[in-house]
Structure formats: structure tokens, C-alpha cells
């Protein structure tokens, strides 16, 4: 290690392995839920002749994909670093929630597609029977969300999972409606009103996990790190000159990493000493922002004109 080249790293509570890889057990308890369900919607909607009930199935078995999908790539992610992936597989999570959100905004654009086909051909939907399947998808959908519901605050891929059964959830409630509007009425519209309501449910949501996902594939600063106040508190520390190539992003969910080249005055390294300096960086950020991983170089005044004729 050269003179002025040193490399600090804090690591956090997830050192085990990614934050989805905690539950995988209520994952694997939300796919059997799932995929039960979706069967007997099936079987519900074909008994019934109820879009809601078919299109609520179908965004069933997308989740089902998905929560697959979620358990598939925490298998990889949680595999070791090697010298040709120094960070293993851990993006694979991130890249199953793309595919989820891929996955969800096609099953919301049939949903409607289809609902707008039964407001042409109209369906006589059995609203007793749909009112039973739909209760049925109702009850099973919320023990899948009390599985996932602090997942969800930890993990993208568990967040994509969790928002696909609230969405389901929500399904299933306007199932139920348009189930007791038909009985009440005899007014068939309200089956493929409802599953209006469940693709028009589905969008917005999968929006917001999209965005989330390609935060991380681009790299853009974690949520709770502001690169502003980082600089801010690293050149607040004594001896420190300037800090420049500091990056912030996030491998996964779970897993914000830091660089920074730290410009720190000869004399403070000669009182101090570079270890010092670097417990005193880990520190400083340690206890102001939530980052699994930093790496700090340590360099002398004027070195970084130095660095960049070495680049070109």
C-alpha cells in the first residue's frame, strides 16, 4: 500500500448476507398462499363467468412468478464475492424487482384491456359465487401481507412483493363489491368496473417500485445519504483539506456503499497518523448516515492533479 493510499470499510448489521435473505421463509409462505388462491379463483371465476375474479387470478399468478422470482435471487445473491464478481451476485435482487415491475405493469394493461372488452360483450356474472371466492382471496391476501409487512421496509425485492398482494388485497375488495352490487341490483357492469379498479390499482404502485429499482441500477445516491452533508461532515473533521470522487449508490437492498479521496494536510498526518484518521472518518459517517460499506484514500495536498494526467 503506497504512502497516502490508505482504505478504511465499516460494515453493518447485514454483513451475513442481503436484507431480503432474512425472510425468506415468510416469502416462501406468501408463494404457497399465492399460488392456493390463485387456483381457486380460477376455478371461482370459471364457476361465476367473473372477470374481477379471472383478472384477480391472473395478477395472482404473476405474484406467484414474482415471489419466485424474489426467492431464485436471493439463492444468488446470498452466493460469495469472487475475484471476477467482487460483490457477488447481490444485484440479482434488484434485477428480479425490475422483472417484477415488468411483470406487473403487462398484467395491469390486460386487466383493463379485458374490461373494456366486457363493457362491449356484456357477461352474466353469478354474483353469490363470486362473493364467496372473492372472500376467500380477501382473508388469504392479508395473512400474506402481515408476512411481508416489515420485509417490505427492508428490501426492494420484498417491497415489489408486498405491494403485488396489497394490490391483490385491493382486488379482491372490489371483487367483493361488484359481487354484492350484481346480487343487489342485477347491474352486470360492476364486474368489469371492479377489474377497471384492480389495473388502474396495479399501476401506480409498480411506478414508484420502477423508479426505486433504477435509482439503484443508475446508481443514484441511497435514500438517507445526502452527498451535501457527507461532504459537509468529512472536511468538518480536523486536518482535512478538500474530499473529491465521493460516491454513494447501492449494491442492493440493504447494502449502501461510500467512496471519497480525502485530501488531509501533512501536518495532521504526521500528529495522528493515517489509521487514526481513518477510524476518525468511519466515525464521523458512521454516526450521522446508514452506509454498509466505506472505502476512503487518504492523500496529501496537490495529489489530485497528480491522479488525473496518470488518467489520460
Known sequence: MGAGHDHGHAHGAHGGGTATAAYRGRLRGALAITLTVMV????GGVLADSLAL???AAHMATDALGLGMALLAIHFANRPPSDRR???YARAEILAALANCVLLLGVGGYVLYEAIERFVTPADTAGGLTVVFGAIGLVANMVSLALLMRGQQESLNVRGAFLE???????SLAV????????????QAADPIASLVIGLMIVPRTWRLLRETLDVLLEAAPKGVDIAEVRAHILALDGVEDVHDLHAWTITSGMPVLSAHVVVSGEALNAIGHEKMLHELQGCLGDHFDVEHCTFQLEPGGHAQHEARLCH
Not at 381457486?40 to 376455478?43: K, T, Y
Open 40 to 43: 381457486v379463483e380460477i376455478v
Open 176 to 187: 367483493i363489491v361488484s359481487a354484492l352490487v350484481i346480487l343487489a341490483t342485477g347491474w
Open 165 to 171: 398482494v396489497a394490490a391483490d388485497a385491493l382486488g
Open 86 to 88: 467482487t460483490f457477488g
Open 54 to 56: 379471472v383478472a384477480d
